[in-house]
């Protein structure tokens, strides 16, 4: 009884961190898109954090401080910093509409379960939905790289996608500390990356809309 | 016998307590506001007022105009009573399950947009459409959270739901907090309150629920007020019943039992009204054109819910 009650504390808050994926995808304003985006780092922490307590595994303890300094107070604090430094439309622009993403959303929760439950027949029963949980949230920040046209948002779906990552490796039993923290540390090499990256894209086409990188050549000057 | 007492009770119950919950959720508003805003009761002199009044009818109306206010408000009266608020040792409760009552609901408002739209004024066409549109997509989130709901008790009767969460035969489920989400969602908008529809307003362009019974009067508004505030409790007494039955006394608990049911009631439904309107304040209201994403995503909750309920089957 207690061990379940463990496991189902843990799913509801692996369900939270999913939830927290689709109001990535339903917001239409920057600055709610990177608070959500701060609450599921949050939610994140506190997944780990769990895992810690119910694992026994301090380590894990480790893993949700970063989770909450980094992700949780640093990324969104620095994108916020960015959006408004660089000044650019506080709107979400969408190359799908919201309704049919969160639809393509929901299949993709469904594909996650399908795809997982089967592959992970012999492992043990219970981390197999916390695993089923952040396939879900991975597809889902990938989604949002898609779907979204703004060079910030498709930075906010990547980090999405990592805080799936990092759920899944914290529901699985024994993966060592060495993988998180290179994880967590090439996660700000890329914040840091993709925050040159926008001065540069913006010094060049005046928005970071990426459609205009497409048509783009090359300077043939 | 007792059953029937407890029956009646709970007929009594929920249209006695409903102004007085509207009337603190005002309160509780006017207070965030910084206002001091009118004393909790106030909805009970309100609809004293009014069946005091003489009712003005349009001279286009037909008998629809006249017969609408009294059959939303016994709908959705009859539909509070299967709730089992406070004992599931209730006469109607093996009768009543959660699709009966969304139906019921469904009967209301079916009225209440016929009405509406019987005397042919604009505002009343423009209600009907926005509050069908609304309907068309709470209503089957709310099927869908019933769904979810009885594939986990097995039954779609809430007062088994009650006897079998009581029971302890329910962990804490990833299913159940997104149903409790999705419901939440869906009583907001049947409701009309913020995010979906302001209560208060009677500001032409954003009115859903008060653009529909504009040309009420008299006695006839009254039921109508009536009809919303049993409303606003009953979804309230249902979040409370479902997902936190906590309290509920069940057949075969004593006079003392009731009444332990009947405080745990009132605390429930007191502290969910205080979190509403804490909520109202500290949002604002959405547009017309995104009501179908916000009840599109409690659709999507819902759907959710019934799908992790798979996982947990499987593993």
């Given at each position: ?15 939270t ?6 109001s990535?995808l339903?917001q ?37 401080a ?5 992700k949780a107070?640093a ?5 916020h ?5 660089l000044?650019?439309?506080?709107a979400v ?8 993403t969160?639809i393509?959303?929901?299949?993709l ?11 992970t027949?012999?492992?043990a ?16 920040g990938m989604?949002?790289?898609i ?7 498709q930075?906010?779906?990547?980090m999405?996608l ?8 914290v529901?699985a ?15 700000l ?15 060049r ?11 783009y050549?090359?300077?043939r000057? | ?12 119950l ?13 309160w509780?508003k ?6 001091r ?16 009044k ?20 016994a709908?959705?009266?009859?539909a ?12 109607l ?7 009966a ?21 604009a ?12 309907a ?8 869908m959270v019933t769904f979810?709901l009885?594939?986990?008790s ?9 006897s079998?969460?009581?029971?302890g035969?329910?962990?804490?489920e ?5 149903a ?17 529809d ?32 049993v ?32 405080g ?6 007191f502290l969910?009204?205080?979190t ?8 604002a ?21 019934t ?8 593993v």
């Amino acid at each position: 009884m207690n061990q379940q009650f463990s496991y189902d504390i843990a799913h509801l808050i692996g369900a939270t961190v999913l939830m927290a994926g689709f109001s990535l995808l339903y917001q239409r304003r920057l600055f709610a898109v990177l608070n959500s985006f701060a609450f599921q780092a949050l939610a994140l922490a506190a997944a780990a954090a769990w895992q810690a307590h119910v694992q026994d595994a301090p380590h894990l303890y480790f893993t949700a401080a970063i989770a909450l300094l980094f992700k949780a107070i640093a990324v969104p604090f620095a994108l916020h910093w960015l959006v408004e430094r660089l000044g650019i439309h506080r709107a979400v622009e969408t190359a799908l509409s919201i309704g049919w993403t969160m639809i393509v959303g929901v299949a993709l929760v469904a594909l996650s379960i399908m795809l997982v439950l089967p592959v992970t027949a012999a492992a043990a029963a219970l981390t197999r939905e916390s695993l089923a949980l952040a396939m879900s949230v991975v597809l889902l920040g990938m989604l949002m790289m898609i779907t979204r046209r703004n060079a910030v948002t498709q930075v906010v779906g990547f980090m999405a996608l990592e805080n799936g990552l990092i759920l899944a490796a914290v529901s699985a039993k024994g993966m060592p500390l060495v993988v998180e923290i290179s994880i967590a540390f090439s996660v700000l090499v890329a914040m840091t990356l993709f925050g040159i990256f926008f001065f540069r894209i913006r010094e060049r086409f005046d928005s970071l809309d990426v459609a205009y990188l497409e048509s783009y050549r090359g300077d043939r000057s | 016998m007792n059953a029937m007492l407890w029956q009646i009770l709970q007929i009594i119950l929920v249209v006695a307590l409903a102004p007085l919950v509207t009337g603190y959720v005002r309160w509780v508003k006017a207070r965030l506001n910084g206002r001091r805003g009118p004393v909790p009761i106030q909805p009970y002199r309100d609809l004293y007022r009014l069946l005091q009044k003489e009712a003005i009818v349009a001279h286009s109306a037909s008998w629809i105009f006249r017969a609408a206010p009294y059959v939303t408000f016994a709908s959705v009266w009859l539909a509070a009573c299967i709730v089992p608020t406070f004992t599931t040792n209730m006469v109607l409760a093996p009768a009543a399950d959660l699709i009966a009552l969304v139906a019921l609901l469904a009967v209301g408002r079916f009225w209440t947009a016929l009405a509406g739209m019987d005397v042919g004024t604009a505002f009343g066409g423009l209600g009907a459409s926005r509050e069908m549109l609304i309907a068309s997509l709470a209503e089957p989130a709310m099927l869908m959270v019933t769904f979810s709901l009885s594939l986990i008790s097995g039954t779609t009767a809430p007062a088994q739901i009650v006897s079998f969460v009581l029971a302890g035969n329910v962990g804490v489920e990833v299913s159940l907090g997104l149903a409790l989400a999705a419901l939440v969602m869906v009583a907001i908008a049947e409701n009309g309150r913020i995010p979906i529809d302001n209560p208060a307003t009677h500001l032409e362009l954003t009115m859903v629920h008060e653009a529909m019974v504009l040309e009420y009067s008299g006695r006839h508004l009254a039921m109508i007020e009536a009809a919303g505030m049993v409303r606003l409790t009953l979804f309230i007494a249902l979040i409370a019943t479902l997902f936190a039955p906590w309290g509920i006394a069940q057949p075969g608990a004593g006079a003392l039992g009731v009444l332990v049911g009947m405080g745990a009631f009132l605390a429930k439904t007191f502290l969910l009204a205080s979190t509403l309107a804490v909520f109202e304040t500290s949002i604002a209201k959405m547009r017309v054109f995104r009501y179908a994403d916000f009840l599109g995503g409690a659709l999507l909750l819902g759907l959710l819910a019934t799908i992790f309920l798979y996982v947990s089957e499987a593993v």
